[in-house]
């Protein structure tokens, strides 16, 4: 994976974003399933995920959180 710089922050972020939108009871609601998709994403080098406290009225934030824990 080839990194990019975030600004001048210093930090490398992937190319690749995951997306977690779909994470939480409004679309699916398998917490094991999401956790692993976090796990592969990250296994292939992806760092940055995009979620938001609107995805599954905050839902997707804590399956991040506890996958990324």
């Not at 992937?14 to 977690?20: F, Q, W």
């Not at 779909?22 to 994403?41: E, P, Q, V, Y």
């Amino acid at each position: 994976m080839i990194y990019r710089s975030f600004g001048r922050s210093g930090i490398k972020v992937s190319p690749y974003c995951l997306g977690a939108m779909m994470f939480g009871s409004l679309a699916n609601s398998d917490t094991d399933g999401c956790t692993r998709i976090i796990h592969k994403a990250l296994d292939a080098g992806i760092n940055f995920i995009d979620t938001a406290d609107r995805y599954s009225n905050g839902q997707s934030e804590e399956i991040v959180g506890a996958a990324l824990k």
